[in-house]
C-alpha cells in the first residue's frame, strides 16, 4: 500500500503552520532527493518570515492585522500544497522518501476483515397498526444491512430467523405485523468480506 502525506492545513492553527513551513524548509535544505522543488526554498522563507510577522502584528492587533494575517496563511497554504504535490509526484508512495520531506504521513488504512454486528437495537410500536420501528446503530464498514424478524422468542433456542429485506439505513419503519403480538429482530450488517454476525435479538409489538 502507497503511502501518502497528511496535509489538513485548514485545520491547523497560523502558529501550528508557521512551525510546519519550517520544518518542510529545512528537511528540504541539502536533500537530494528533492533537487528541484515546486517552491523555491528562498520562497519558502520569505512566505514563512511573512507569516511570522503577520502572526505577530493580529496577535492583539487590529481587525485590519488579522485580515492580512488570514491572507497570509491563505496564500501559505496554498504554498505548502504545491510543495506537498511535487514532493508526492517525486516519491510515488514511498514512506521513507516522504518520511524525508518534512511533511506529516497518513496513518495508512486498516483494512477491514469482518464488519462488527450492529449495537443499540430497539424495535418499539409506532401511532399506526402494524408497524413496529426498528433502530440500531451505524457499523463502520458496512455497505447496507439485512433486517430478520422470528415468531419465537429466541431465548428458546427454537427462534426462525426470517429475512425481512435489506436497507442502507438504520432507522427503518416495518408493516404487516399481527398488533399486539411478540416478535423479535436482529440485524446483520453486510461488508466488503460479506456478512458479519447478527445483533441481540430486540423484542416488538406493533400497535
Known amino acids: 500500500m502507497k503511502a501518502n502525506i497528511k496535509l489538513s492545513l485548514s485545520l491547523l492553527t497560523p502558529m501550528k503552520l508557521l512551525a510546519l513551513f519550517r520544518v518542510v524548509i529545512a528537511k528540504l535544505t541539502g536533500n537530494a532527493i528533492f533537487p528541484t522543488p515546486a517552491v523555491t526554498l528562498a520562497a519558502m522563507t520569505t512566505q514563512a518570515d511573512t507569516l511570522e510577522d503577520a502572526i505577530e502584528e493580529a496577535t492583539n492587533g487590529s481587525r485590519q492585522s488579522k485580515l492580512n494575517r488570514n491572507k497570509v496563511v ?4 496554498a504554498m505548502l500544497n504545491k510543495q506537498a504535490a511535487y514532493v508526492r509526484s517525486v516519491c510515488n508512495g514511498d514512506a521513507v522518501l ?13 483494512p477491514i476483515v469482518m464488519v462488527d454486528a450492529p ?7 409506532t401511532k399506526a397498526s402494524g408497524e413496529i420501528e426498528f433502530r440500531f446503530r ?3 464498514g458496512a455497505h447496507y444491512y439485512r433486517m430478520y424478524k422470528s415468531e419465537v422468542d429466541p ?8 429475512l425481512l429485506g435489506t436497507t442502507t439505513r438504520v432507522r427503518n419503519v416495518l408493516s404487516g405485523f399481527a398488533s399486539y403480538k411478540a416478535f423479535w429482530f436482529r440485524v446483520s450488517a453486510v ?3 460479506g456478512e458479519g454476525l447478527p445483533s441481540d435479538a ?5 400497535a
Do not use: C, I, Q, Y
Request: net charge neutral.
Open 138 to 140: 451505524k457499523v463502520h
Open 191 to 193: 461488508g466488503v468480506n
Open 98 to 110: 516522504l518520511g524525508s520531506s518534512g511533511f506529516e504521513l497518513s496513518k495508512p488504512r486498516e
Open 202 to 206: 430486540a423484542l416488538g409489538r406493533a
Open 74 to 77: 491563505a496564500d501559505s497554504e
Open 155 to 162: 431465548t428458546t433456542g427454537n427462534a426462525v430467523w426470517v
Open 119 to 125: 449495537k443499540g437495537e430497539v424495535a418499539t410500536a
